[in-house]
């Protein structure tokens, strides 16, 4: 019954969601633990600049994020799993990278706010719950485009405030670019069938072109995003975040020892 089963299509999203959320984890208690202990005070003093002391902090994620993808490219290659074959390293690295990239940023921007280890502790188990639950809900893209993509009601106030709200959630836009394309490079179900299929080559143009689908038990149109475009929204998540742990490392007085005004930007 089982036999053709696309893992990748079945579970993917979820399952290759896990390796970024527990560098978020490992990275923010460990700088909530040098906050507590005033660590990054004592460097300053010592001549340790601010920027010096971050960007310690962006080199270290960067080379833990650049292994995290590279490893797993290279095993599952290695084993010459259909997805990781179909898909060029280019494309799965604009994918892992803009995700792995956004969720360390908001890492940096959570340890910005609080001032505890045990704070740490209890934002992370929140955020492992929020991601599992997103992976569970949204890892099917038919399902997912269906509801916030049908032509019938995409345009819905409701409807659009509440998918534009998702799209800020890494975990959300990673498991619909992640699902989609494992709606054409790996064994899964087609939008038309429901007969499991082999998957073909995914290029560049098909990473970059939208879709009109048709979901075969409905019969409902559902304008379908290119894959680029879930990458996007994962940027743009990532900017805002860098954006607010820019602002807040100057006003929150247990960051940089003194509290820049709320309005210091202008």
């Excluded at 633990?33 to 990054?40: D, H, P, S, T, Y």
């Excluded at 997912?144 to 836009?173: C, H, W």
């Excluded at 619909?176 to 069938?193: D, E, I, S």
Aim: charged share 15%.
């Amino acid at each position: 019954m089982f036999k053709n089963v696309g893992f990748e299509s079945f579970a993917g999203a979820y399952f290759f969601q896990l390796g970024p959320l527990l560098t978020f984890i490992v990275i923010l208690q460990e700088l909530a633990m040098e906050k507590e202990k005033r660590l990054r005070q004592g460097l300053n003093v010592v001549g340790v600049s601010h920027g010096a002391y971050w960007m310690s902090w962006i080199i270290f994620a960067l080379v833990i994020e650049l292994a995290q993808i590279n490893i797993q490219y290279a095993i599952s290659y290695m084993f010459n799993f259909e997805f990781w074959v179909n898909v060029p390293y280019e494309i799965m690295f604009r994918i892992f990278f803009a995700y792995n990239t956004t969720v360390v940023s908001f890492a940096f921007m959570i340890s910005t706010i609080i001032t505890k280890q045990d704070q740490a502790n209890r934002i992370s188990f929140m955020v492992i719950l929020t991601a599992v639950l997103i992976g569970v809900m949204f890892s099917e893209p038919r399902a997912t485009l269906g509801i916030f993509r049908n032509e019938k009601t995409q345009d819905i106030f409701f409807i659009k405030a509440v998918r534009y709200m998702f799209e800020m959630i890494p975990t959300f836009s990673f498991s619909l670019a992640f699902g989609l394309v494992c709606t054409t490079a790996a064994r899964h179900l087609p939008f038309a069938t429901n007969v499991w299929t082999a998957g073909r080559p995914f290029t560049l143009e098909d990473y970059n072109s939208p879709r009109i689908i048709i979901i075969k038990l409905s019969n409902d149109k559902v304008d379908c995003p290119p894959v680029a475009y879930f990458v996007f929204c994962m940027w743009r998540t990532f900017f805002i975040s860098v954006t607010l742990f820019w602002y807040f490392d100057h006003i929150f007085a247990s960051n940089r020892g003194v509290a820049h005004s709320l309005l210091f930007p202008f």
